[in-house]
């Protein structure tokens, strides 16, 4: 008999997957050969959410993978009922447990060499679905616990591939809807406060912001006397902003940041990046103390190595 964890009691089930009755094993996948329809898709999905509630986080986004590679024209009934499942891997990434025992990996990495290292069948439908979920782990997973294979890049030339360039591989190599599907939880979240916006294409800030929208980044500009940058509005204070923020990247000194700490603390971003010249140790201090992570990095820096 092969086998199995049982499912965890405490562990709620992935919204985006299908909850069998009981612990499944590899044992369900066997029956269907090379065979990858509509079929071997549930069941795939179906698997994956078992692993999940196994507490294997990192097998069931392998399992996903597979699901993936089903050989679907877009029609299927299954879809109705268990779209492609990129929210799924969303909410895995999002809902980990950073441990030994609930192993994930470096998901990051993971989907790097799947994206540059595929093999067909339908090589290039696959490669860039790899790549779609890629994007999903950047969003999610910090750089710094989960960093690309620069040795990969740098050595076999790798280009980290653009959200549009994502969207755009889908909707030519994907099925119907897809494109959609995936732009839809890739813009879940992540938005940007750029805090000292500034509507001078010189300035490191416009800048910034030209390249986080260009990266499918939702930013928002704050700043006490414009009203517009890049067509975007702009809010006079922190105070203002009222959608949840992943990131706040500063362009003000700590002259000005430093008696914002309440209002960044308030803001309840999950980081706050320090650019060149606006590093504080005072505030940064602050802000780890409440729980939020900081960076002192360029971000123009961070897009350009897809270390973002």
């Known amino acids: 008999m092969p086998e199995f964890r ?19 094993t590899h044992l369900v996948m066997a029956p269907f050969g090379k065979g990858r329809g509509e079929d071997f898709y549930e069941t795939a999905l179906t698997y994956a959410g078992s692993l999940w509630l196994q507490g294997l986080p990192a097998r069931s986004l392998l399992l996903i993978n597979r699901a993936l590679g089903a050989d679907l024209t877009g029609d299927e009934s299954i879809l109705e009922t268990w779209p492609l499942p990129y929210a799924a891997v969303r909410w895995i990434l999002e809902n980990r447990v950073d441990d030994e025992a609930h192993f994930i ?23 860039w679905r790899a790549w779609a979920c890629w994007y999903l782990s950047v969003q999610v997973l910090p750089s710094e616990d989960y960093p690309a294979d620069e040795l990969q890049i740098r050595n076999e030339g790798v280009v980290e591939p653009t959200p549009a360039q994502i969207g755009e591989a889908l909707e030519s190599h ?41 990266h499918g980044l939702q930013v928002i500009p704050v700043h006490p006397r414009l009203n517009e940058v890049a067509g975007l509005s702009v809010m006079a204070t922190l105070d203002t902003v009222e959608a949840p923020v992943d990131t706040v990247t500063l362009y003000v000194n700590p002259k000005i940041s430093e008696p914002m700490a309440n209002a960044l603390v308030a803001l309840k971003p999950r980081r706050v990046i320090f650019n060149p010249g606006t590093e504080s140790a005072e505030l940064s201090a602050r802000l780890q103390q409440a729980g939020i992570a900081t960076e002192d990095a360029c971000t123009l820096v961070l897009l350009a190595t897809g270390q973002y």
Request: aromatic share 6%.
């Open 6 to 24: 049982p499912h965890l009691s405490d562990w709620e089930p992935c919204p985006y997957l299908p909850v069998p009755h009981e612990p499944l």
């Open 105 to 127: 990996g470096n998901p990051r990495r993971h989907y790097q060499h799947l994206a540059t290292r595929m093999v067909p069948p339908r090589k290039t439908q696959r490669s």
């Open 174 to 214: 994907g099925i119907s809807g897809e494109r959609v599907l995936w732009e839809r939880v890739s813009n879940k979240t992540e938005t940007v406060v750029v805090l000292g916006a500034s509507d001078r294409p010189e300035r490191y800030a416009h800048k910034a912001i030209l390249q986080l929208m260009d």
